[in-house]
């Protein structure tokens, strides 16, 4: 085993957030150029699912972008160096129950999870273009959730989505 525990792995560049959660220690990438790496949960303040459908969000990816490398094409490195300064919202309330749209995202990141590992398993050409757009709902589903957990309002949101760096 490369890490003893469940990891959040991304890519070192890319155009959009790219992160996965890997539970099952199943994931890695080599060293190099474009290679990759884990991040190893350190805090009990949220969950790597949460932290998963945090960092995916078109709210992150924007923040982000404006003071990461940036490549050619529109790529950028995600370092960690890049990550840090994040605004990470917890999982819990201030009486350390789990937030409610925090478990909803926790619920979509395990559905688009599994939905995924379908896309790998498929081989039919109708029923893949249909969990294709089954993945993308539940995508578009858990940027929404994310943009209420943070209060974005519609305005907000329009400089988020209609901003230079949104691919969505």
């Known amino acids: 085993m490369l890490f003893p525990r469940p990891k959040i792995i991304t890519p070192d560049i890319a155009a959009e957030a790219s992160f996965a959660y890997d539970e099952d220690d199943r994931l890695?990438?080599?060293?190099?150029?474009?290679?990759g790496y884990g991040l190893v949960?350190?805090?009990n303040k949220v969950t790597p699912q949460f932290?998963?459908?945090?960092l995916n969000?078109?709210?992150?990816?924007?923040?982000?972008?404006?003071?990461a490398a940036r490549f050619q094409e529109g790529y950028f490195l995600y370092e960690s160096r890049f990550l840090r300064n994040?605004?990470?919202e917890t999982y819990?309330?201030?009486?350390?129950n789990p937030k409610e749209i925090a478990v909803e995202i926790v619920s979509i990141v395990r559905q688009v999870m599994e939905a995924k590992?379908?896309?790998?398993?498929?081989g039919d050409s109708v029923l893949l273009a249909r969990m294709v757009d089954h993945v993308q709902e539940l995508e578009r589903n858990l940027d929404n959730l994310v943009l209420a957990l943070y209060g974005?309002?519609?305005?907000?949101?329009?400089l988020v989505k209609e901003g230079p760096w949104y691919k969505g």
Not at 51 to 54: E, S, Y
Not at 57 to 67: I, M, N, Q
Not at 92 to 96: A, F, I, M, T
Request: proline share 4%.
């Open 28 to 35: 890695y990438f080599s060293g190099g150029v474009a290679g």
């Open 41 to 43: 949960m350190t805090s």
């Open 51 to 54: 932290l998963t459908g945090l």
């Open 57 to 67: 969000s078109s709210l992150l990816d924007w923040y982000f972008k404006p003071g």
């Open 86 to 88: 994040q605004p990470i």
């Open 92 to 96: 819990y309330d201030e009486k350390d």
């Open 117 to 122: 590992k379908s896309l790998h398993a498929e």
């Open 152 to 158: 974005i309002t519609q305005d907000e949101v329009k």
